[in-house]
């Protein structure tokens, strides 16, 4: 599937959303949040686990987490997270390291297993400066997440009750 047709997907997926648009806002703001973070192979697990513990939609918090983090924005999202990762931690960590991890890991010819294998290679230390840099981009991110999709939410709420009355 070409890119703009699986975005657009996607979007039309979230604008179908129902459910109490807190809630809903909430859910999209845990799956971005999470799903910049640079852990691939734990972060539906970890998006499905976060969502009800911060009262949020667990389908809009995993497709929050898929538009964010995917096979088109994987390798710009990991580049940056070890570059902020590296300013607050400096060790040396080479980019084409962690590229090859995760082009590795992208292939499809690694199981779930294996994928993990790949990170722990990485060693615990640059795991420890993505994961860090994941942090530091989520935090802005979420802060600018909950606010606009709450926004769409109320917005689509509004309409759908405006469509209800006329009808």
């Known amino acids: 599937m070409e890119p703009q047709r699986t975005a657009r997907l996607y979007y039309l997926k979230i604008l179908r959303l129902k459910g109490d648009p807190q809630s809903l806002a909430r859910g999209m703001t845990v799956g971005v949040a999470i799903g910049i973070i640079p852990i691939l192979p734990l972060q539906t ?3 499905l686990i976060c969502a009800p513990l911060f009262k949020g939609n667990s389908i809009a918090a995993v497709l929050a987490g898929l538009l964010v983090s995917n ?8 580049y940056i997270c070890c570059k902020l990762g590296k300013l607050l931690y400096p060790i040396d960590l080479s980019w084409s390291r962690v590229r090859g991890t995760v082009e590795y890991m992208l292939s499809g010819s690694a199981s ?8 722990s290679l990485l060693g615990y230390e640059s795991l420890a400066v993505m994961i860090l840099g994941g942090v530091i981009l989520a935090i802005p991110l979420a802060l600018i997440t909950y606010p606009l999709s709450l926004r769409l939410f109320l917005a689509i709420q509004r309409k759908r ?5 006329l009808s």
């Open 161 to 165: 009750r405006q469509k209800h009355i």
């Open 71 to 78: 096979p088109l924005t994987l390798i710009p999202q990991y």
């Open 45 to 47: 697990l970890t998006i």
């Open 112 to 119: 779930w297993g294996e994928q993990l294998a790949a990170l």
